[in-house]
């Protein structure tokens, strides 16, 4: 009697035992593969900061384009990232034989650097030699690097300065032709009439602060028109849809 106990208590404990004895395997493989070149564990202390998870490797995927994935990853998550660093990831991208559209934020990223480089390039030299035309045209091409506006700021306050010193001209009338077209684009809300104007506006180089916010203005403002279009256009469609259903 106590033997056949005896056998209905250990085969009641046997898959215990085996579940005790695969917890335990999987905790040892877990440690092992934590652990570092003196035996000692690795694996975080309650209230440490965990480690970044390694990304899992690809099928098929090399050393060397696993590496350039992640330096091409590290460039892409800053959008002020140094150029050199930019063009290496690029380089290294490129070597390990990565797709066209793995490289291609990397590469919208060194034309964006590019050119704020370029432009603040052109504003330092536009600075030194207090010329209008330079100062208006690095002004341009600081708008089409979208660089801050505490960066041009310099270069505004001497346009206005050196404007107020000028006699005029025929670039002075263009640039006034250009600021009155914005102010009329403005309050049509027009399309093509804001299109126009902006373009003209760009064309001129406005420098003057109260010009500049006129013509963000009427970006802006474009800019709302034609979500406003789209949503109109969105609506129609789906109406169309219903009753086609």
């Given at each position: 009697m106590g033997d056949t106990a005896s056998c209905v208590c250990n085969s009641d404990r046997t898959p215990q035992h085996k579940d005790d004895a695969a917890a335990g395997m999987d905790r040892f493989m877990v440690d092992t593969g934590s652990k570092s070149p003196r035996g000692k564990s690795n694996r975080h202390r309650t209230g440490s900061t965990p480690r970044p998870t390694p990304r899992t490797?690809?099928?098929?995927?090399?050393?060397?384009?696993?590496?350039?994935r992640l330096n091409l990853g590290k460039v892409c998550a800053d959008d002020d990232a140094d150029e050199d660093a930019i063009h290496r990831a690029l380089a290294d991208?490129?070597?390990?034989?990565?797709?066209?559209?793995?490289l291609a934020e990397a590469t919208e990223l060194a034309t964006r650097t590019s050119r704020r480089r370029m432009a603040r390039e052109a504003l330092?030299?536009?600075?030194?030699?207090r010329e209008e035309e330079a100062l208006r045209r690095a002004l341009f091409l600081a708008d089409e690097a979208a660089l801050d506006g505490?960066?041009?700021?310099?270069?505004?306050a001497l346009i206005e300065e050196l404007e107020g010193h000028a006699e005029g001209g025929v670039a002075a009338t263009g640039r006034a032709k250009a600021v009155v077209r914005l102010e009329l684009a403005i309050k049509s809300r027009g399309q093509q009439e804001l299109e126009e104007a902006i373009e003209e506006a760009e064309s001129t180089c406005l420098g003057m602060k109260s010009q500049r916010a006129l013509l963000a203005e009427a970006r802006v403002t474009l800019k709302m028109v034609n979500a406003r279009r789209q949503a109109a256009q969105d609506?129609?469609?789906?109406?169309?849809?219903t009753h086609e259903s």
């Open positions: 490797p690809r099928p098929g995927e090399t050393l060397a384009q696993r590496v350039a991208g490129k070597a390990a034989g990565l797709a066209a559209f793995e330092a030299a536009a600075m030194a030699s505490r960066e041009v700021e310099g270069a505004l609506r129609r469609n789906r109406e169309l849809a």
